[in-house]
């Protein structure tokens, strides 16, 4: 038999909190000037490792806006880029922040592993129910690492002291919940487009927490 769950692990982004998913929907929440470039692949392939720099904490969100500004040779500036990062986050899901509360009353405990930035983090801190309610909270620029990277669950369980056995994950993206389960965690995929309480909570009567 499996060990029981002892400890529930959340992303934020795509199951607790709902967010865009492009840089298009971002760009329509501000006042900044749009350019089809930034529909391009180029964009994205051009951007992504500052991206990935960001999200690990090796550069700062001023860093990340002056790159940004550079790589687009002055297309983005860094005002506009902080803009769009702001306007990049929702809220949260209904019926999540109820469900980390039963966690909680079912004598679990609650932590997020998320692929975030500063920026984003400390306004969810702000923003959020759902993560407020969160008994450990760690984040890809926290930690210097970024899922999928085997790293950042080993350097979770040194951090948190959990035991991989007792560990319930669940993501939003595929690569991240195939890279939890190579690393010796249950993880189960959150359909974003979806109720996400409902569906957390499918996942972990199945798994033993509710009964």
């Keep these: 038999m499996a060990d029981p769950v002892t400890h529930v692990v959340f992303d934020l982004g795509g199951v607790l909190v ?3 998913r492009s840089w298009r929907e971002a760009h329509e929440r501000t006042t900044a000037p749009w350019d089809d470039y930034y529909d391009t692949p180029e964009f994205l392939e051009l951007t992504r490792p500052s991206v990935l720099d960001h999200m690990s904490g090796r ?5 990340w806006y002056s790159t940004m500004e550079s790589l687009t040779a ?4 860094p005002e506009h880029c902080r803009l769009v990062l702001e306007a990049w986050l929702y ?3 209904p019926g999540v922040a109820d469900v980390i509360d039963d966690i909680h009353a079912a004598g679990r405990v609650t932590a997020t592993l998320s692929n975030t930035n500063p920026v984003h983090w400390e306004h969810q801190l702000e923003h959020s129910e759902a993560l407020r309610r969160v008994q450990h909270r760690h984040a890809s620029h926290l930690l210097g690492a970024i899922k999928p990277d085997p790293e950042i669950f080993h350097v979770f ?9 007792g560990i319930v994950f669940f993501d939003d993206l595929e690569e ?3 890279a939890a389960r190579d690393a010796g965690w249950r993880a ?3 359909d974003h487009t979806g109720d996400t309480a409902a569906q ?3 996942h972990l009567a199945r798994h033993g927490v509710f009964e």
């Excluded at 550069?59 to 860093?63: A, F, L, R, V």
């Excluded at 369980?157 to 056995?165: I, L």
Aim: no cysteine; aromatic share 10%.
């Design 18 to 20: 709902s967010h865009v």
């Design 59 to 63: 550069i700062t969100p001023d860093q």
């Design 74 to 77: 002055g297309r983005l500036s």
């Design 91 to 93: 809220g949260d899901y």
């Design 157 to 165: 369980e040194r951090t948190t002291g959990f035991d991989r056995r």
């Design 176 to 178: 991240n919940v195939f």
């Design 188 to 190: 189960e995929l959150v």
């Design 200 to 202: 957390l909570r499918d």
